[in-house]
């Protein structure tokens, strides 16, 4: 049983329709009851828009706390600003995350050298840089969808375990225990992003 956690913004229901898709015999579902949340196996943790304002929304409708424990027990899948707000804090609006992960998320800067679009957007390469579970039947250079202006800052390397370039290298895929994030939207990204959907389904821990 999969809970996707609502809380007013992400992309919940294209990354729904993935999972039905790959895996109708799954039961999955939308939630933002906290209930229904803590009851499920498997969480997913999408997110985007402005980290501040999910982190209020987070607050508002009492899910911190309940996705706080669920991230410390169960599979769990954070997509884009799901990634984002894993971590200690952030340079949009000076906010605090949520503290799961060590690092900081960081705004891409222009550079005079090589002029890049922000935000960076569209097909890029993920280079693993760590063996995962969730990598399985998925080639390292493997192409995923992005949408973002800032990334994160990963203060322990071992908790990056995948990256890609936009003017300089970020960590793309991150993973600690039974938690996996990613900076680019699996559900956008076609056969090697429903792969991952997939291997988050039949993930062990």
């Not at 039961?27 to 943790?45: E, G, L, V, Y």
Request: aromatic content about 10%; proline content about 4%; some cysteine.
């Amino acid at each position: 049983m999969i809970a996707i956690i609502d809380y007013g913004v992400g992309n919940l229901r294209s990354v729904h329709n993935a999972v039905r898709f790959i895996s109708p015999q799954t039961k999955s579902f939308i939630s933002s009851d906290p209930d229904k949340i803590i009851k499920a196996d498997r969480i997913i943790f999408p997110g985007q828009g402005a980290m501040p304002d999910c982190i209020r929304e987070l607050d508002k409708r009492g899910l911190t706390d309940v996705l706080l424990e669920v991230a410390k027990q169960k599979p769990f899948l954070g997509i884009c600003l799901g990634l984002q707000m894993l971590f200690e804090k952030s340079e949009e609006g000076n906010q605090k995350g949520l503290g799961l992960l060590p690092g900081e998320i960081k705004r891409f800067k222009l550079s005079d050298i090589e002029r890049i679009k922000i935000p960076h957007m569209g097909w890029n390469n993920v280079n693993q840089s760590n063996s995962h579970p969730m990598w399985n039947k998925i080639e390292t250079g493997s192409r995923f969808y992005f949408v973002h202006s800032y990334y994160a800052d990963v203060s322990d390397k071992d908790v990056a375990v995948g990256y890609s370039e936009h003017g300089e290298n970020f960590a793309c895929a991150v993973a600690k225990d039974n938690i996996f994030a990613t900076q680019f939207h699996p559900e956008k990204s076609a056969q090697f992003g429903l792969q991952l959907l997939k291997n988050f389904i039949l993930w062990d821990i």
